[in-house]
Protein backbone atom coordinates (compact mmCIF):
# COMPACT_ATOMS: atom_id res chain seq x y z
CA UNK A 1 0.00 0.00 0.00
CA UNK A 2 1.21 3.32 -1.43
CA UNK A 3 -1.33 5.80 -0.23
CA UNK A 4 -3.41 5.44 2.75
CA UNK A 5 -6.01 8.49 4.19
CA UNK A 6 -6.54 9.19 7.97
CA UNK A 7 -9.70 11.27 8.97
CA UNK A 8 -10.91 12.06 12.62
CA UNK A 9 -15.06 11.40 13.15
CA UNK A 10 -17.28 12.13 15.97
CA UNK A 11 -17.00 13.50 19.39
CA UNK A 12 -13.07 14.73 19.54
CA UNK A 13 -10.79 13.28 22.38
CA UNK A 14 -7.77 14.21 23.88
CA UNK A 15 -5.03 11.77 22.34
CA UNK A 16 -6.61 12.62 18.82
CA UNK A 17 -3.35 14.42 17.75
CA UNK A 18 -1.22 11.85 19.16
CA UNK A 19 -2.70 9.52 16.90
CA UNK A 20 -2.95 11.65 13.81
CA UNK A 21 1.27 12.17 14.47
CA UNK A 22 1.24 7.92 15.15
CA UNK A 23 -0.08 7.15 12.03
CA UNK A 24 1.63 9.90 9.72
CA UNK A 25 5.07 8.64 11.10
CA UNK A 26 4.17 5.37 10.99
CA UNK A 27 2.84 5.68 7.61
CA UNK A 28 6.29 7.69 5.87
CA UNK A 29 8.52 5.00 7.65
CA UNK A 30 6.61 2.33 5.83
CA UNK A 31 7.38 4.79 2.82
CA UNK A 32 3.87 5.62 2.56
CA UNK A 33 2.39 9.06 1.39
CA UNK A 34 -0.06 9.78 3.98
CA UNK A 35 -3.47 12.08 3.70
CA UNK A 36 -5.11 13.70 5.73
CA UNK A 37 -8.66 14.29 5.65
CA UNK A 38 -10.23 17.62 7.18
CA UNK A 39 -13.88 17.24 9.33
CA UNK A 40 -14.19 13.60 9.55
CA UNK A 41 -16.59 11.97 6.82
CA UNK A 42 -18.05 15.36 5.81
CA UNK A 43 -14.02 16.44 4.56
CA UNK A 44 -14.20 12.80 2.75
CA UNK A 45 -17.14 13.59 0.86
CA UNK A 46 -16.43 17.31 0.32
CA UNK A 47 -12.59 16.33 -1.13
CA UNK A 48 -11.19 18.22 1.77
CA UNK A 49 -7.99 16.31 1.54
CA UNK A 50 -4.25 17.40 2.55
CA UNK A 51 -1.20 15.37 2.15
CA UNK A 52 0.63 15.46 5.31
CA UNK A 53 4.76 15.49 5.72
CA UNK A 54 6.58 14.48 8.40
CA UNK A 55 6.66 17.89 10.19
CA UNK A 56 2.76 18.22 9.61
CA UNK A 57 1.87 16.56 13.05
CA UNK A 58 5.09 18.18 14.81
CA UNK A 59 4.67 19.80 18.41
CA UNK A 60 0.94 18.40 18.62
CA UNK A 61 1.43 15.22 20.49
CA UNK A 62 0.57 17.45 23.66
CA UNK A 63 -2.04 19.18 22.08
CA UNK A 64 -5.67 18.31 22.86
CA UNK A 65 -8.50 18.51 20.48
CA UNK A 66 -8.02 17.72 16.50
CA UNK A 67 -5.58 19.26 14.02
CA UNK A 68 -7.87 17.62 11.44
CA UNK A 69 -10.59 18.72 13.15
CA UNK A 70 -14.05 16.58 12.94
CA UNK A 71 -17.56 16.41 12.64
CA UNK A 72 -20.93 14.04 12.54
CA UNK A 73 -21.93 13.41 9.13
CA UNK A 74 -25.25 12.36 8.41
CA UNK A 75 -24.73 12.17 3.93
CA UNK A 76 -22.32 9.76 5.23
CA UNK A 77 -25.21 7.29 6.57
CA UNK A 78 -26.45 7.82 2.53
CA UNK A 79 -25.91 5.38 -0.72
CA UNK A 80 -24.85 8.59 -2.33
CA UNK A 81 -22.86 10.21 0.18
CA UNK A 82 -20.98 6.76 0.48
CA UNK A 83 -20.02 7.06 -3.04
CA UNK A 84 -19.12 10.61 -2.90
CA UNK A 85 -16.70 9.26 -0.41
CA UNK A 86 -15.26 6.40 -2.28
CA UNK A 87 -14.92 8.92 -5.10
CA UNK A 88 -12.79 11.42 -3.36
CA UNK A 89 -10.68 8.43 -1.94
CA UNK A 90 -10.15 7.31 -5.83
CA UNK A 91 -9.05 10.37 -6.98
CA UNK A 92 -6.43 11.15 -4.45
CA UNK A 93 -5.66 7.18 -5.06
CA UNK A 94 -5.84 6.71 -1.34
CA UNK A 95 -5.65 2.53 -0.90
CA UNK A 96 -6.49 2.64 2.84
CA UNK A 97 -7.81 4.72 5.29
CA UNK A 98 -7.14 5.29 9.27
CA UNK A 99 -10.60 6.30 10.87
CA UNK A 100 -10.54 7.59 14.37
CA UNK A 101 -13.38 7.54 16.62
CA UNK A 102 -16.43 6.17 18.33
CA UNK A 103 -18.71 3.27 17.32
CA UNK A 104 -20.63 5.54 14.93
CA UNK A 105 -17.38 6.42 13.24
CA UNK A 106 -16.58 2.55 13.29
CA UNK A 107 -19.16 2.13 11.45
CA UNK A 108 -18.50 4.16 8.55
CA UNK A 109 -15.14 2.57 8.14
CA UNK A 110 -17.39 -0.72 7.93
CA UNK A 111 -19.24 0.50 5.18
CA UNK A 112 -15.97 1.86 3.56
CA UNK A 113 -14.12 -1.79 3.79
CA UNK A 114 -17.08 -3.66 2.42
CA UNK A 115 -16.76 -0.72 -0.44
CA UNK A 116 -13.09 -2.79 -0.92
CA UNK A 117 -11.13 0.16 0.91
CA UNK A 118 -9.45 -1.57 3.67
CA UNK A 119 -9.87 0.41 6.57
CA UNK A 120 -8.61 0.51 10.46
CA UNK A 121 -10.62 2.12 12.98
CA UNK A 122 -8.70 3.19 16.26
CA UNK A 123 -10.77 4.44 19.05
CA UNK A 124 -10.77 7.32 19.75
CA UNK A 125 -13.95 9.03 22.77
CA UNK A 126 -13.71 9.89 26.19
CA UNK A 127 -16.68 7.60 26.96
CA UNK A 128 -14.66 4.02 27.26
CA UNK A 129 -17.83 2.59 25.71
CA UNK A 130 -16.30 0.06 23.78
CA UNK A 131 -16.11 -3.37 24.98
CA UNK A 132 -14.04 -4.86 23.11
CA UNK A 133 -10.97 -2.56 24.35
CA UNK A 134 -10.04 -2.23 28.04
CA UNK A 135 -9.73 1.75 27.32
CA UNK A 136 -10.34 4.33 24.58
CA UNK A 137 -8.06 7.08 23.53
CA UNK A 138 -9.31 10.02 25.72
CA UNK A 139 -11.01 8.60 28.41
CA UNK A 140 -7.85 8.89 31.06
CA UNK A 141 -7.39 12.35 30.21
CA UNK A 142 -10.97 13.13 30.54
CA UNK A 143 -11.13 11.13 33.65
CA UNK A 144 -8.25 12.94 34.97
CA UNK A 145 -10.02 16.56 34.20
CA UNK A 146 -12.81 15.64 36.54
CA UNK A 147 -10.48 14.79 38.86
CA UNK A 148 -9.22 18.12 39.21
CA UNK A 149 -12.67 20.04 39.11
CA UNK A 150 -13.63 17.82 42.07
CA UNK A 151 -10.75 18.29 43.90
CA UNK A 152 -11.41 21.79 43.64
CA UNK A 153 -14.91 21.56 44.68
CA UNK A 154 -14.03 18.90 47.63
CA UNK A 155 -12.52 22.44 49.01
CA UNK A 156 -15.28 24.60 49.42
CA UNK A 157 -18.13 22.06 49.79
CA UNK A 158 -16.01 20.89 52.99
CA UNK A 159 -15.88 24.30 54.28
CA UNK A 160 -19.43 25.20 54.11
CA UNK A 161 -20.21 21.63 54.87
CA UNK A 162 -22.63 20.93 51.60
CA UNK A 163 -23.18 18.46 49.08
CA UNK A 164 -21.67 18.36 46.04
CA UNK A 165 -23.19 17.17 42.90
CA UNK A 166 -20.89 16.88 40.06
CA UNK A 167 -22.44 15.86 35.95
CA UNK A 168 -19.88 14.18 34.23
CA UNK A 169 -20.31 13.33 30.26
CA UNK A 170 -21.34 9.80 29.23
CA UNK A 171 -24.74 9.42 28.09
CA UNK A 172 -25.37 5.48 27.97
CA UNK A 173 -21.93 4.67 29.70
CA UNK A 174 -20.85 5.55 32.89
CA UNK A 175 -17.49 4.96 33.02
CA UNK A 176 -16.39 8.53 33.66
CA UNK A 177 -18.49 8.37 36.72
CA UNK A 178 -17.37 5.11 37.86
CA UNK A 179 -13.82 6.20 37.32
CA UNK A 180 -13.73 10.10 38.51
CA UNK A 181 -16.01 9.15 41.61
CA UNK A 182 -13.85 6.20 42.91
CA UNK A 183 -10.74 8.18 42.22
CA UNK A 184 -11.81 11.57 43.44
CA UNK A 185 -13.43 9.53 46.75
CA UNK A 186 -17.36 9.96 46.07
CA UNK A 187 -19.70 8.67 48.20
CA UNK A 188 -22.31 7.86 45.50
CA UNK A 189 -21.91 7.54 42.17
CA UNK A 190 -25.35 7.29 39.60
CA UNK A 191 -25.40 6.06 36.35
CA UNK A 192 -27.09 4.68 33.56
CA UNK A 193 -26.64 1.20 34.12
CA UNK A 194 -27.63 0.56 37.62
CA UNK A 195 -31.41 2.27 39.09
CA UNK A 196 -30.82 4.71 42.06
CA UNK A 197 -33.06 5.28 44.61
CA UNK A 198 -33.15 8.81 46.23
CA UNK A 199 -34.02 7.20 49.93
CA UNK A 200 -30.39 5.37 50.06
CA UNK A 201 -28.50 8.00 48.62
CA UNK A 202 -29.78 10.34 51.52
CA UNK A 203 -29.31 7.57 54.34
CA UNK A 204 -25.97 7.47 53.17
CA UNK A 205 -24.85 11.18 53.11
CA UNK A 206 -26.66 11.00 56.83
CA UNK A 207 -24.75 8.02 57.81
CA UNK A 208 -21.41 9.12 56.60
CA UNK A 209 -21.92 12.81 58.43
CA UNK A 210 -22.66 10.79 61.67
CA UNK A 211 -19.47 8.83 61.14
CA UNK A 212 -18.16 13.07 61.13
CA UNK A 213 -17.59 13.91 57.61
CA UNK A 214 -18.52 17.39 56.54
CA UNK A 215 -19.50 17.26 52.93
CA UNK A 216 -20.79 14.74 50.64
CA UNK A 217 -19.50 14.62 46.20
CA UNK A 218 -22.11 12.51 44.19
CA UNK A 219 -21.31 12.21 40.55
CA UNK A 220 -23.98 11.65 38.21
CA UNK A 221 -23.45 10.37 34.53
CA UNK A 222 -25.37 12.84 32.12
CA UNK A 223 -27.58 9.90 30.89
CA UNK A 224 -29.61 9.69 34.07
CA UNK A 225 -30.08 13.13 34.53
CA UNK A 226 -28.66 16.58 35.11
CA UNK A 227 -26.66 17.90 37.96
CA UNK A 228 -29.46 21.07 38.79
CA UNK A 229 -32.60 18.46 38.26
CA UNK A 230 -30.72 16.06 40.90
CA UNK A 231 -29.92 18.36 43.19
CA UNK A 232 -33.44 19.93 42.68
CA UNK A 233 -34.46 16.12 43.96
CA UNK A 234 -32.33 15.72 46.52
CA UNK A 235 -32.35 18.92 47.98
CA UNK A 236 -36.41 18.26 48.75
CA UNK A 237 -35.34 15.39 50.87
CA UNK A 238 -32.06 16.76 53.12
CA UNK A 239 -31.42 19.06 55.66
CA UNK A 240 -27.85 19.68 54.24
CA UNK A 241 -27.00 22.21 51.59
CA UNK A 242 -26.93 20.50 48.03
CA UNK A 243 -25.22 22.83 45.15
CA UNK A 244 -24.91 21.68 41.13
CA UNK A 245 -22.23 21.43 39.06
CA UNK A 246 -21.75 20.64 35.61
CA UNK A 247 -18.34 19.83 34.30
CA UNK A 248 -19.39 19.85 30.36
CA UNK A 249 -17.27 20.00 27.59
CA UNK A 250 -14.23 20.99 29.57
CA UNK A 251 -13.86 16.99 29.70
CA UNK A 252 -13.11 16.94 25.73
CA UNK A 253 -10.35 19.18 26.29
CA UNK A 254 -6.90 19.50 27.24
CA UNK A 255 -3.56 18.14 26.85
CA UNK A 256 -3.73 14.49 26.76
CA UNK A 257 -2.36 12.01 29.75
CA UNK A 258 0.84 9.95 29.44
CA UNK A 259 -1.70 6.98 29.58
CA UNK A 260 -3.36 8.41 26.32
CA UNK A 261 -0.25 9.27 24.94
CA UNK A 262 1.13 6.25 24.82
CA UNK A 263 -2.22 4.43 23.53
CA UNK A 264 -2.13 7.22 20.87
CA UNK A 265 1.56 6.04 20.07
CA UNK A 266 0.71 2.31 20.08
CA UNK A 267 -3.07 2.76 18.42
CA UNK A 268 -1.46 4.70 15.32
CA UNK A 269 1.41 2.15 14.81
CA UNK A 270 -0.54 -0.89 15.15
CA UNK A 271 -3.06 0.67 12.77
CA UNK A 272 -0.42 1.29 9.89
CA UNK A 273 1.18 -1.95 10.04
CA UNK A 274 -2.04 -3.33 9.59
CA UNK A 275 -2.50 -1.49 6.16
CA UNK A 276 0.96 -2.08 5.16
CA UNK A 277 0.32 -5.71 5.62
CA UNK A 278 -2.70 -5.61 3.45
CA UNK A 279 -4.88 -6.07 5.76
CA UNK A 280 -8.42 -3.95 6.56
CA UNK A 281 -11.79 -3.99 8.42
CA UNK A 282 -10.21 -4.23 11.58
CA UNK A 283 -10.07 -2.01 14.63
CA UNK A 284 -7.05 -1.77 17.25
CA UNK A 285 -7.68 -1.96 20.81
CA UNK A 286 -6.07 -2.57 23.84
CA UNK A 287 -6.66 -5.65 26.56
CA UNK A 288 -4.94 -6.75 29.37
CA UNK A 289 -1.65 -4.87 28.68
CA UNK A 290 -1.68 -6.24 25.12
CA UNK A 291 -2.57 -4.30 21.41
CA UNK A 292 -4.88 -6.02 19.84
CA UNK A 293 -6.97 -5.87 17.04
CA UNK A 294 -10.31 -7.17 16.02
CA UNK A 295 -12.88 -7.68 12.84
CA UNK A 296 -14.58 -3.91 13.01
CA UNK A 297 -18.43 -5.90 12.92
CA UNK A 298 -17.38 -8.27 15.77
CA UNK A 299 -16.25 -4.67 18.15
CA UNK A 300 -19.40 -2.84 17.35
CA UNK A 301 -21.13 -5.72 17.68
CA UNK A 302 -20.38 -6.51 21.32
CA UNK A 303 -23.02 -5.02 24.12
CA UNK A 304 -20.86 -3.02 26.57
CA UNK A 305 -20.49 -4.55 30.05
CA UNK A 306 -20.69 -2.14 33.38
CA UNK A 307 -17.56 -3.23 36.14
CA UNK A 308 -19.92 -4.19 38.70
CA UNK A 309 -17.17 -5.16 40.79
CA UNK A 310 -15.61 -1.54 40.42
CA UNK A 311 -19.33 -0.15 42.00
CA UNK A 312 -19.08 -2.54 44.45
CA UNK A 313 -15.40 -1.73 45.49
CA UNK A 314 -16.79 2.19 45.88
CA UNK A 315 -19.45 1.53 47.79
CA UNK A 316 -17.48 -0.23 50.38
CA UNK A 317 -14.71 2.42 50.76
CA UNK A 318 -16.42 5.62 50.22
CA UNK A 319 -18.52 5.80 53.40
P1 LIG B 1 -18.55 9.52 19.98
O1 LIG B 1 -18.43 8.21 20.72
O2 LIG B 1 -17.57 10.52 20.46
O3 LIG B 1 -19.96 10.05 19.88
P2 LIG B 1 -18.84 8.38 17.34
O4 LIG B 1 -17.86 8.03 16.29
O5 LIG B 1 -19.64 7.26 17.93
O6 LIG B 1 -18.07 9.23 18.46
P3 LIG B 1 -21.16 9.31 15.87
O7 LIG B 1 -21.74 10.68 15.75
O8 LIG B 1 -22.03 8.21 16.33
O9 LIG B 1 -19.86 9.49 16.76
O10 LIG B 1 -20.59 8.87 14.43
C1 LIG B 1 -19.69 9.70 13.73
C2 LIG B 1 -20.00 9.69 12.27
O11 LIG B 1 -19.82 8.36 11.73
C3 LIG B 1 -21.44 10.03 11.89
O12 LIG B 1 -21.69 11.40 11.93
C4 LIG B 1 -21.51 9.45 10.49
O13 LIG B 1 -20.89 10.32 9.58
C5 LIG B 1 -20.68 8.17 10.61
N1 LIG B 1 -21.57 7.02 10.81
C6 LIG B 1 -22.20 6.66 11.94
N2 LIG B 1 -22.97 5.56 11.76
C7 LIG B 1 -22.82 5.23 10.46
C8 LIG B 1 -23.36 4.18 9.63
N3 LIG B 1 -24.21 3.26 10.10
N4 LIG B 1 -22.97 4.15 8.33
C9 LIG B 1 -22.12 5.07 7.84
N5 LIG B 1 -21.58 6.07 8.55
C10 LIG B 1 -21.92 6.15 9.84
Redesign the pocket.
Known amino acids: MKRIGLLT?????PGMNAALRAVVRSGIYFGMEVYGIER???GLIDDNVIQMEMRSVSNIVQCGGTRLRT???????TVEG?KKALDTLEKHGIEGLVVI????????A??LSEYGVPTIGIP????N?LEYTDYTLGFDTAVNTCLDIINKLRDTMTSHERVSVVEVMGRHCGDIALYSGIASGAEIIVVPEISFNMDEIVSRINRSRANGKHSNIIVVAEGVMSADEFSKRLQSVTEYSVRPTCIGHVQRGGSPSMADRMLAAQFGNKAVRLLNDGIGNRVVGIRNNKIIDMDIIEAVSMKKTFNQELYETLQMISM
Not at 9 to 13: H, L, N, P
Not at 71 to 77: P, V
Not at 124 to 127: P, S
Request: hydrophobic share 30%; with cysteine; aromatic share 6%.
Open positions: SGGDAGYAARCLEMMQGGDGSFRGKVGTIDD
